[in-house]
């Protein structure tokens, strides 16, 4: 198992081979539509190590953190677990995507409370 593997299985604290790719985690996640790896392929892209697919993806950012994945994956696994452990590896390399400080008065405005909420959760994990 690569180090990678290692790391996300340890952050996250799921057993990634668990997944058998049903795809349920996909079926019920509420912003699929914006996401460029959906839930399911992310575990299996994990699974492989493949490290910079998943660190630049904008899916792991998408995600909500809503959890409807984690109740609906038949195998018991937490699939939001494994994409915070994800975006913590990210956050941990300094490339932030987005920068509340930097966003202007009129984002700010613009953006919903509930997201500048979740990235400042995000960028303290
Ligand atoms: S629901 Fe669970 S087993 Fe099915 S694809 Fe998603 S992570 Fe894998
Ligand atoms: S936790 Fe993330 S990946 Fe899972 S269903 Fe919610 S938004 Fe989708």
């Known amino acids: 198992m690569s180090p ?18 049903c795809g349920k985690c996909s079926a019920g996640c ?3 539509s914006q ?10 892209l994990a699974q492989l190590g493949l ?34 452990a994800l975006r913590q590896i990210m956050l941990r390399r300094r490339e932030d995507h987005v920068d509340v400080k930097e966003l202007s008065d009129a984002e700010r405005a613009d953006v919903p409370p509930i997201a500048l909420i979740s990235s400042l959760r995000k960028f303290t994990s």
Not at 7 to 20: E, P, T
């Open 4 to 21: 990678f593997v290692t790391k996300v299985q340890q952050l996250s604290g799921q057993n990634l081979l668990a997944c058998y790719q």
């Open 30 to 32: 509420p912003v699929v």
């Open 35 to 44: 996401m460029d790896i959906l839930p399911n392929q992310i575990i299996r």
């Open 51 to 84: 490290r910079e697919d998943l660190l630049e993806s904008k899916a792991i950012w998408v995600c909500a953190s809503c959890m409807t994945c984690n109740v609906r994956c038949p195998k018991g696994i937490n699939i939001a677990e494994v994409i915070e």
